[in-house]
């Protein structure tokens, strides 16, 4: 509910600050005293339109801040989370609004589009009257509404539900036939391209394999002249080889260990030497035995290299990747000639969900109906107990244009109202009158006190244009309502305001040079005097006070202040 509203330099009011409370309470004050401005303010709270001209003169910017208790609301309070907005269970809504057209809205202190502060109020409060913000103009209200009313929930979740599982499968069935024209010239260049990699057939690590072998191949001769020369300066010259060389130096020195044996080691080492250098020979020789060129075979490679290359530079691959792109290509080949079946089995499939849901639509339909004619009934009573006695109320249910169901269903929705009889019935949202449509909302929220709606709400001057007995009625209706809810009502009836919880006055104060506004809450004997003001005349006399009294005695179980 809210709590609190504090209002800095809007119009005639240079600072104001309310406390709230549960139940009714109202606000009253003499014509023109700023009873209107208090609802303005709270609207601009919540993100209505901002015009800088309503700030007061001679300042160069108005706050208000509106501050709500929402612990009692998991589901505001879990918006507030989703949005990133909470803050240890407060909700404080804040607007600035500056001289130069500038507007800011903050949440909790935090900067919010003024998209997202009109989200969140219209979760807050429901604002009724003759200002903005009514949100039963709006045909998303009218449906929840009367879906509410109906108890539609379950059905209001299968068709959501069905659509979405249609939507999903008529956008799949429609991309794939979409794409059905290029699945074909698609398929038939991959055959191609499957073709040719096919007749090569690389096979994994083959491309590196090749690269060696040409190396080998094209340096066959350089190896062959290198090796023997080689072999020749280690072993098999005849004069001056690393083998008869050490071989010299090791018999010189072997002559000598008799003398010295200390050489023993030195020639040993020399032996082993000779050996190594023997075994190198072999080696060497072994290979020059394996080694041939072979022109054939290097062509060979050279072709199959080049083969390769030319792939690789096609498919802007490299020649390594050349086996792993075959299997690609192929697997993508066999996604595309499955395609065909793909569409029909979509098609069967969304031919399906469409009828699901069209069911679903027909099911949630009826039971629109049958809720419509109920809700119709049942308005109609009420406007004709609330003044409006030639008044009818009707809910407009009929397809949509197009025909097509939506996730909310298949109906256009449209509540439709008439204050005279023998006039024709209109849209509620263009031919109600400020009062007709607050009185029309407050019979809404009595006949459908079941359904979850904002917390708190205000009604602008709902009691224009009746009084005695009706008017009454419009102050039983207000506090009936106010047993679920908040409910703020600007009023000028006694009727109406006698009847409250919680009265608050507005006055406006001027001094010659300047004007303002206050708000005092009223006690009992403060309450009387309003009533007896409010009852009429110039002069309150006695008889007028002890009328405003009998009004509140007579109230005995209703606690007043």
Excluded at 248 to 254: A, E, K, M, T
Excluded at 299 to 315: D, P, S, T, V, Y
Aim: proline share 3%.
């Amino acid at each position: 509910m809210l709590a609190q509203l504090n209002i800095r330099n809007l119009a005639v009011i240079d600072e104001v600050e309310l406390e709230l409370c549960p139940g009714l309470t109202v606000l009253t004050g003499e014509t023109g005293a700023g009873k209107s401005i208090l609802v303005d303010a709270l609207a601009l709270a919540l993100g209505e339109r901002a015009d800088s001209r309503a700030i007061r003169t001679g300042t160069d910017r108005c706050e208000i801040t509106a501050t709500f208790e929402v612990s009692a609301r998991p589901d505001l309070m879990q918006w507030l989370t989703d949005n990133d907005l909470d803050e240890d269970g407060d909700c404080i809504l804040r607007r600035v609004v500056t001289t130069d057209g500038r507007s800011r809205g903050y949440v909790n202190g935090h900067s919010v589009p003024m998209q997202t502060l009109r989200e969140l109020g219209e979760q807050l409060v429901d604002i009724c009257g003759q200002q903005s913000h009514q949100s039963l103009r709006h045909a998303r209200v009218q449906r929840d509404i009367l879906d509410h009313y109906g108890g539609n929930g379950s059905l209001l979740t299968a068709m959501a539900r069905g659509y979405e599982r249609w939507a999903n499968s008529l956008s799949e069935f429609e991309g794939l036939q979409n794409a059905q024209a290029d699945c074909v010239a698609r398929s038939e260049l991959l055959r191609h391209q499957i073709g040719e990699l096919e007749a090569l057939n690389p096979q994994p690590g083959e491309f590196a394999e090749l690269e060696q072998a040409h190396r080998l191949a094209a340096n066959s001769a350089r190896i062959t002249e290198d090796v023997t020369r080689a072999l020749d300066q280690l072993y098999a010259g005849e004069d001056g080889s690393v083998h008869a060389t050490l071989s010299g130096v090791r018999r010189r020195l072997d002559d000598l260990t008799a003398i010295d044996p200390e050489l023993n080691t030195a020639t040993g080492m020399l032996a082993e030497a000779e050996i190594l250098v023997a075994e190198v020979a072999e080696t060497l020789r072994h290979h020059l035995g394996g080694l041939e060129h072979d022109p054939a075979a290097q062509a060979q490679i050279e072709q199959r290299l080049a083969g390769m290359h030319e792939l690789a530079r096609k498919h802007r691959s490299n020649p390594l990747a050349l086996p792993d792109l075959l299997s690609e290509l192929s697997t993508e080949l066999a996604t595309l000639e499955t395609s065909d079946q793909r569409v029909t089995a979509l098609a069967a499939q969304t031919r399906k969900l469409e009828q699901d849901m069209r069911e679903s639509a027909e099911a949630l339909t009826a039971a629109r109906r049958s809720a419509a004619d109920t809700l119709a009934k049942q308005i109609t009573e009420h406007m004709h107990r609330l003044g409006m006695p030639g008044g009818s109320f009707g809910v407009d249910l009929r397809p949509t244009a197009d025909g097509l169901p939506g996730p909310h269903g298949i109906d256009h929705i449209e509540f439709v109202t008439t204050a005279n009889p023998g006039q024709a019935a209109g849209p509620l949202a263009t031919v109600a009158s400020g009062g007709e449509l607050s009185r029309i909302s407050l019979s809404l929220q009595v006949v459908a006190l079941a359904m979850d709606t904002v917390p708190t709400l205000i009604f602008d001057e709902v009691d224009a244009g009746i009084g005695g007995g009706v008017a009454e009625i419009v102050g039983g209706r207000l506090r009936d309502l106010a047993d679920q809810r908040q409910v703020l009502c600007v009023t000028h009836l006694p009727q109406v305001a006698s009847q409250a919880h919680h009265h608050l006055r507005v006055t406006k104060l001027t001094d010659g040079h300047a004007t303002r506004t206050t708000v005092s809450r009223l006690d009992r004997a403060a309450r009387v005097e309003e009533i007896a003001r409010m009852l009429g005349g110039i002069e309150i006399t006695a008889r007028t006070r002890a009328h405003a009294d009998e009004m509140l005695g007579g109230k005995k179980t209703r606690k007043a202040g």
